[in-house]
């Protein structure tokens, strides 16, 4: 049987797999991210095992940044200048390819995760959209005229900066580099942080909501009004509070105040902006969809 | 002799050219903006004169917005809602082709400045880049993959929202629609209201053009953050005044504070950072380039 691997190579754990898509992973594994010699072995060690059972097409990567997904790159598959211990210019796609000789998919996680949505998800049929994960930090996979979005590096969307009002939110925000940007203000660790308890632990109707609400949609909005998507895809950690998606959606509208003549936003924003419907899977279902890419077969 | 027509269809202006790139214009011409049906004929009637000379093989439009640059969509090649009295829902390109019966190419003003810096200016070579016009608005033009974006309408990235320090710059900004986003506070009638002189007329050692260079640093880190643009091309009014670039650049920088890790960014951002190669004439240019694409023919 022909088959696919992805891997989701995140900072924290990888997730790998073998199949052809959702309704078909025939084995799994996860394991915490550690050395790159030791977790790329591992990784290395799953896959030629499966392999005595299964032939495996390619192999997807969707790897924590930053790094080089550029094919014309001489870094390419590399992750490049992360602060991750150990990880700093590592030939991640290289070192795979030399041990399993498949073909490898690169990418960043949120850009694999992107085109599971396009190939299994809610970004079905669309060309042009936006996969964001609001989690430790913000992450953007952005997907324009069916193409990935690479442009000189790879989007960062998570370092943008957006109004901050000190008054209400006296927060400074915690980026250790930017401090009050997108992700500073808005992602998991700012909301735990600024409220002094774990976003998991506020009930629905802590003032927290609102104000991340805010701040999500502020992020939200300038993607929109740039890119002009054809749906934006949330997921990760503090978008499984799914109450924050209705509060998310009215402050769109907002701050927009009519201004874009598209229904999708003004008339059916609840199907516009969504959570991935693969969940958590997206990840790594999208590195078997970027496997089934460069081996040149869709695997449905 | 074949060649190819191009409109820059401002909300002020009309410039109406035929030719085949920056060193062969044969003819071109000027006019108000006024009401659809006059504006309109005056462009058709400047073109249906010159093709008694010129085999004229398709015409580009470069048009202000809202419109609809999506081939697919019933309402191709509109002015769409826009507030300018009398060219709201208007079928521009249609009533173009209806009476010159040449292919016609249609796009955002910007784009398609994108398309002729892409073609003849600083933007050759390159895959994925912005052309931003400063001016009596803030508009982008966006090429991703060499192919322009459009998504479900077209970039308005001059809507974004900033940081805005009211106590530093108590102005209010003055976007009718939303206040203080990037084009309420830094295009150049925003400048002209906040201190009361207009633009051109403020010295460069005026505390006007700091706050300014900071605004539209605000402005293009977000674009670079979100697009990783190769290079962002600046141009309009207010991009006139060439010593914005210095403190301009030196902002990006500032803001990004080495998050990157990119030497375009790091270093040699005098090359990452620039005015448009052909000024005023990339609009009417791109028009052609863009009529040119849709003849299917490159003529250079």
């Known amino acids: 049987m022909r088959l696919w691997g992805g891997i989701e190579a995140g900072g924290t754990k990888f997730v790998c797999a073998v199949g052809s898509g959702p309704d078909n992973i025939v084995a799994s594994t ?39 997904p550029n094919p014309a790159s001489s870094t390419f598959g590399y992750v490049t200048t992360t602060p991750k211990p150990g990880w700093n210019q590592v030939n991640f796609a290289g070192a795979v390819q030399r041990e399993l000789g498949v073909p490898i998919g690169f990418d960043t996680d949120v850009n694999v995760a992107a085109l599971g949505e396009q190939r299994w998800g809610v970004a079905q049929g669309l060309s042009t959209f936006v996969y964001l994960t609001i989690g430790t930090g913000i992450g953007g996979g952005i997907i324009v005229n069916n193409q990935r979005l690479h442009g000189l590096m790879h989007p960062e969307v998570g370092h ?75 997921g990760g950690g503090v978008m499984e509070q799914r109450h924050l998606f209705s509060l998310l959606r009215y402050e ?28 958590s899977r997206a990840g790594v279902l999208g590195a078997i969809a970027l496997a089934q890419e460069v081996s040149g077969t869709v695997g449905w």
Chains 1, 2 share one sequence.
Request: charge should be negative.
């Open 252 to 279: 769109v509208q907002e701050l927009l105040n009519g201004y874009l003549p598209l229904p999708a936003v003004t008339e059916t924003i609840d199907g516009y902006i969504v959570p991935p419907a693969l969940g």
């Open 160 to 234: 943008m900066r957006l109004p901050h009002d000190w008054v209400q939110d006296p927060f400074p925000g915690n980026c250790p580099v930017h401090g009050d940007c997108w992700e500073g203000l808005a992602a998991g660790p700012a909301i735990a942080e600024r409220w002094g308890t774990p976003a998991e632990m506020l009930p629905p109707d802590h003032p927290a909501w609102a104000l991340e609400a805010h701040y999500l949609a502020l992020g939200v909005v300038n993607l929109i009004l740039t890119l002009a998507p054809e749906r934006v895809v949330m």
């Open 30 to 68: 996860r394991f915490p991210t550690t050395t790159p010699a030791e977790t790329i072995s591992q990784a290395v060690a799953f896959f030629a095992a499966e392999a005595t059972h299964y032939q495996i097409a390619a192999i997807g990567i969707g790897a924590f940044g930053p790094a080089d």
